[in-house]
């Protein structure tokens, strides 16, 4: 069975520094995708970053940027200048390629609450 | 429409009602996934259709929870017999394909929260 573990239920950065969420997973999978979700109090998830697994540059958009280390199966967000709207749960997700019968559900870890302090 | 839609955004029911909650995915998606998302939580799978075919539901719960997405569109979860530990937002996300190219991006909906007193 895929696991996602992100072992920071909370974490607090001052507007405008860099912070840093952690996830690791667990699979026997070789060809997947990791993503990184945020979810805002509208509980509407938001994806903000997305890695796949056979791809060795780590992927960036903008401010967010992801360490992939795939044989330790590390999977860490770091948000650059952070910004007030940044504040929200972020979970990490892992998702197969297509199988028929599953349709590559995503398997989410248990989130981190990101604080922004202006 | 341009997202996911749910509905209600909102409900309460008494321990023992049914309960119906409806997700509208994005125009011409195949992939309907439903989640429950407990409190403070990850959401947690539950089942998966690919166009009107029900192809996982192992995340079900229990007998009381049923789905269906007679026309390949709208789909429905519905629970029975509603018990409190039913208490959770529940998230409805579709995606665009099926072929292995499939990027794996889902899009969400805002979820519906159903509060069982």
């Known amino acids: 069975a895929q696991t996602v573990t992100q072992s920071q239920p909370e974490m607090s950065v001052q507007e405008a520094e860099t912070v840093t969420l952690g996830c690791t997973y667990d699979t026997s999978e070789s060809d997947y995708y990791l993503f990184w979700y945020k979810q805002p109090p509208s509980r509407q998830m938001i994806l903000v970053i997305r890695?796949?697994?056979?791809?060795?540059q780590n992927a960036t958009e903008n401010r967010f940027s992801v360490n992939f280390q795939k044989a330790a199966k590390s999977f860490s967000l770091k948000i650059s200048d952070s910004q007030l709207g940044d504040a929200a749960m972020y979970f990490c997700?892992?998702?197969?390629?297509?199988?028929?019968?599953?349709?590559?559900?995503?398997?989410f870890g248990e989130g981190t609450q990101l604080t922004v302090n202006p | 429409g341009a997202g996911v839609s749910q509905s209600p955004r909102y409900k309460v029911a008494k321990r023992g009602q049914d309960v119906a909650l409806r997700c509208d995915p994005i125009s011409g998606h195949v992939s309907l996934f439903w989640y429950q998302q407990a409190l403070g939580q990850g959401p947690e799978f539950l089942t998966y259709f690919q166009n009107e075919a029900q192809l996982d539901k192992s995340g079900l719960p229990s007998d009381r929870f049923f789905a269906e997405r007679p026309e390949g569109s709208v789909s429905t979860l519905k629970i029975q017999r509603t018990q409190q530990e039913d208490s959770a937002v529940y998230l409805c996300?579709?995606?665009?394909?099926?072929?292995?190219?499939?990027?794996?991006?889902?899009?969400f909906g805002e979820g519906s929260r159903l509060t069982v007193l």
């Open positions: 996300a579709s995606s665009r394909g099926l072929a292995v190219a499939n990027t794996g991006e889902l899009f």
């Open positions: 890695q796949e697994a056979y791809k060795q």
């Open positions: 997700a892992y998702r197969i390629l297509f199988k028929e019968t599953s349709g590559s559900r995503l398997t």
